[in-house]
């Protein structure tokens, strides 16, 4: 399959994959729920009742969109001081009107937060788009507090070649096909499936947070093949 926008380690990633979540802002939070039937408002769901996230702690949404966690970790507690980051001004233009949280432009390569910022941290479906995502995590270790907690949800690359099989044969025929009915950017889903099928397998994604300097670092697939959630705590 080929893909215009460039994939981790190729040259020019990070603008192309700003550009191209600016041009689908408009039409994001629709193809998310069509595409993953609403499961995935229950995957950020069950990440937030992992974290658990308390009145007057600090939290940041990192790679944040339209700011869906930030908003579902608002409600759960009401007293939380929550920030969206992300690189995309559309997208976070969204997130903005929807939840009327603080949010700021940023690119997760090197976070404007002073160390030890956050008490937690969440990253839904945004790690996969890093240029590299080793150096997120870096970022995310030094701007969380000793003992903060990490969430990570993603479509980390699957390693069983059963639900491969299963999950390229929908990447392959029902994702296009929805793309071209919901976006003007067909690109993009050619570029989600690309990106999910090079990224990092769960197992590997937990040894370079653990090289990062997480501990307790804890592993889940919600969805076999598709979709994984990782929990860590800063060392
Ligand atoms: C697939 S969306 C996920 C949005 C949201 N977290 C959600 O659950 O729907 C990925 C987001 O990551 C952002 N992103 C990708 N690379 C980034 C980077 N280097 N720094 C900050 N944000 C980035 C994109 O702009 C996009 O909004």
């Given at each position: 399959m080929?893909?215009?926008?460039?994939?981790?380690?190729e040259a020019h990633r990070g603008s192309a994959v700003r550009a191209m979540f600016d041009r689908i802002a408009p039409r994001y939070d629709l193809l998310n729920?069509?595409?993953?039937?609403?499961?995935?408002q229950a995957w950020r769901r069950r990440l937030l009742s992992d974290l658990a996230p308390k009145d007057g702690?600090?939290?940041?949404?990192?790679?944040?969109?339209?700011?869906?966690?930030?908003?579902?970790?608002?409600?759960?507690?009401?007293?939380?001081?929550?920030?969206?980051?992300?690189?995309s001004m559309q997208m976070l233009r969204r997130g903005v009107e929807k939840t009327?949280?603080?949010?700021?432009?940023?690119?997760?390569?090197a976070l404007p937060f002073l160390d030890a910022r956050f008490d937690l941290a969440t990253v839904t479906f945004g790690m996969r788009n890093l240029e590299r995502y080793e150096v997120g995590l870096?970022?995310?270790?030094?701007?969380?507090?000793?003992?903060?907690?990490?969430?990570?949800?993603?479509f980390f690359r699957s390693e069983s070649r059963g639900s491969r099989?299963?999950?390229?044969?929908?990447?392959r025929l029902a994702l296009p096909v929805l793309g071209r009915i919901l976006s003007p950017d067909p690109e993009a889903y050619r570029y989600l499936v690309a990106s999910m099928e090079?990224?990092?397998?769960?197992?590997?994604?937990?040894?370079?947070?653990?090289?990062?300097?997480?501990?307790?670092?804890?592993?889940?697939?919600?969805?076999?093949g598709v979709c994984g959630l990782v929990t860590a705590v800063r060392a």
């Open positions: 080929s893909v215009n926008v460039p994939l981790p380690g729920r069509v595409m993953t039937l609403k499961v995935d702690e600090r939290m940041l949404d990192l790679c944040a969109g339209t700011m869906d966690v930030a908003d579902l970790a608002r409600r759960r507690a009401p007293g939380l001081r929550v920030t969206g980051a992300d690189f009327a949280l603080p949010a700021s432009q940023a690119d997760a390569m870096a970022e995310l270790a030094r701007v969380l507090r000793p003992g903060g907690r990490l969430g990570v949800l993603e099989l299963v999950h390229g044969a929908y990447n090079r990224f990092a397998s769960r197992v590997e994604f937990e040894d370079a947070a653990r090289r990062a300097g997480f501990r307790e670092v804890r592993g889940e697939t919600l969805f076999p």
